[in-house]
């Protein structure tokens, strides 16, 4: 007898060939297709041959706010391929980069008596943004007669992405610094700020207090602080005082440092401001946004700086910003970059993000009563479950499936950041798919489970 092998299914042939997120490269992960994806709708098909459709309660890693196929963004993208796609930035401009460039520096946050955030520089993910705004910070030092200033100040908990530099400054005990070390030194970190929920003007001020002294210990050899300000995401889905955001301003200026803040995953309306910096009313000397930006269309991301550093730099002694990426200012994801920022210059992001961010308080609440749930919290449109214990990912996520909703859970944390979009319907599954899910993998309170990977 002959055997003729049956053929691979694309979950089969993703296995023996592809890498995912943070994941070994192991035949045994459990892995869906999309087989499409319109509004807040995946459409999607398990190993199984099994269908679901699902609400993505993810945004598609935070970033498609305004949902899948939405006309405006398709149009715009269509209309730029007409034109063309790519082109290299260097020696060449083209509309959709200078529209965005104006776009960005309009909407920024800005302050009486600060200089604009005026200077824009396109990046091709968050994480090259960040490595930009270093290198940035380190050159504008070096402008201004400080070449010994070199390294960074950060806070316990950030994650700013993966990329050398970048890991460098994300959480050195959570983050990737065991993997490489020796490669990652160098920086310091202050503590966490407290949380947005228990803090008290008195534990503002001693966490200020410590801020202040871990920066004076070292603040000739710093460049400069980078922090998520008011949510630290991947770090822990984190939301701290707007005031400490104050305070972070007032030590940068104090010691000569460069401020950046890393808007990445809080920019454009997730915390229900449109930078998380505007909470506080302050401006960052260097900003970081990503994610969002295009609509979750296109991996684009942009620093924006002051003119003062970006003069300095450009007078410096190498003359220029040492960065230039070969996909910069990518027309096509400028071009839907602009058409999302026109959706949110309608305006109507900020009821969506306050409704939203109702929803899912009201929706969760009832999980707090959960043996195995430690903590429930909502900052904008954001809303998390955190566990006693480690989540059991793969369990939570074909729990959550079952119920309608797409979820990609971390550490112990269970969470949501939906589409602006996402109805009052939506929102109610969102959250009764997640308790569900939580209700019947985490039965137990932290002392009797244990089973958790
Ligand atoms: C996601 C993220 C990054 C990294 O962005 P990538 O596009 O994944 O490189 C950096 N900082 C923050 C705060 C993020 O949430």
């Known amino acids: 007898?002959?055997?003729?092998?049956?053929?691979?299914?694309?979950i089969q042939r993703d296995r023996v060939r592809l890498w995912h997120p943070y994941a070994p490269a192991s035949p045994s992960l459990p892995l869906w297709e999309v087989e499409g994806a319109d509004g807040v709708r995946l459409r999607l098909r398990g190993e199984d041959g099994t269908r679901h459709n699902v609400i993505d309660a993810m945004s598609s890693w935070w970033s498609a706010i305004h949902g899948y196929r939405h006309p405006i963004l398709d149009a715009a993208a269509k209309r730029q391929l007409d034109d063309f796609?790519?082109?290299?930035?260097?020696?060449?401009?083209?509309?959709?980069?200078?529209?965005?460039?104006?776009?960005?520096?309009?909407?920024?946050?800005?302050?009486?008596?600060?200089?604009?955030?005026?200077?824009?520089?396109?990046a091709d993910s968050g994480s090259v943004s960040v490595e930009v705004a270093l290198k940035l910070a380190v050159q504008f030092q070096a402008a201004s007669g400080y070449p010994q200033r070199q390294r960074f100040l950060s806070i316990r908990g950030g994650y700013h992405g993966d990329t050398f530099a970048a890991m460098g400054v994300c959480d050195p005990v959570d983050g990737m610094h065991a993997a490489f070390p020796g490669l990652l030194g160098g920086n310091v970190f202050a503590p966490r700020p407290p949380a947005a929920a228990s803090a008290t003007p008195e534990t503002i001020q001693e966490w200020a207090s410590e801020l202040q002294s871990v920066a004076a210990a070292c603040s000739g050899e710093l460049a400069a602080i980078i922090v998520e300000p008011l949510l630290q995401g991947a770090g822990g889905m984190y939301p701290y005082p707007a005031e400490c955001l104050t305070a972070l301003r007032q030590v940068a200026d104090r010691h000569g440092l460069v401020l950046i803040f890393d808007e990445i995953a809080t920019?454009?309306?997730?915390?229900?401001?449109l930078f998380a910096a505007n909470h506080a009313g302050v401006v960052p000397d260097i900003m970081c946004v990503g994610k969002a930006l295009t609509g979750g269309y296109l991996?684009?991301?942009?620093?924006?700086?002051t003119e003062d550093v970006a003069a300095a730099v450009s007078n410096g002694p190498a003359g220029a910003l040492l960065h230039g990426p070969t996909f910069m200012g990518n027309p096509l994801a400028c071009a839907v970059a602009n058409a999302s920022l026109s959706i949110i210059d309608v305006g109507t992001w900020r009821a969506d993000v306050a409704r939203i961010g109702a929803g899912l308080a009201s929706g969760l609440a009832a999980a707090g009563e959960l043996e195995s749930v430690a903590d429930i919290?909502?900052?904008?449109?954001?809303?998390?479950?955190?566990?006693?214990?480690?989540?059991?990912?793969?369990?939570i996520t074909a729990a959550a499936i079952r119920h309608g909703v797409w979820v990609r859970p971390f550490r112990n944390l269970v969470y949501t950041m939906p589409p602006y979009i996402s109805t009052a319907a939506d929102i109610e599954q969102i959250t009764a798919g997640m308790t569900a899910a939580v209700t019947e993998v985490h039965k137990h309170g932290p002392e009797r489970s244990g089973g958790a990977p």
């Open 299 to 305: 991996t684009l991301a942009a620093l924006l700086c």
């Open 85 to 122: 796609s790519h082109v290299m930035f260097g020696g060449l401009t083209h509309a959709p980069a200078v529209e965005l460039a104006e776009r960005l520096a309009d909407m920024a946050p800005s302050a009486p008596g600060r200089s604009r955030l005026e200077r824009v520089f396109l």
């Open 1 to 10: 007898m002959t055997h003729v092998a049956a053929p691979m299914s694309l």
């Open 377 to 395: 919290r909502t900052v904008g449109a954001v809303g998390v479950i955190e566990l006693h214990d480690a989540v059991d990912v793969p369990a």
């Open 267 to 273: 920019g454009f309306g997730r915390t229900g401001e």
